[in-house]
């Protein structure tokens, strides 16, 4: 999971948001990752980073260690 403040505050760029969301998914925290997502979404951003996402949330879970 991200520590936005030792990057200096909340992600702002599209590219910061999809850093966000991917390191959400790989930590297992979906519903944050969807909600990083449509904030993407609401913005103008590209075809590939939303694909990227997409595929990466398509992934098969791995069991989540304790």
Known sequence: MTNF???GGPPRTQRE???AAMDCIEGGAYTHATIL???IRNGDVRRELLV???AKKSQPVAKRRR
Do not use: N, R
């Open 52 to 54: 990227l996402l997409d």
């Open 37 to 39: 997502i449509e904030k």
């Open 17 to 19: 948001f999809a850093k």
């Open 5 to 7: 403040f030792k990057h």
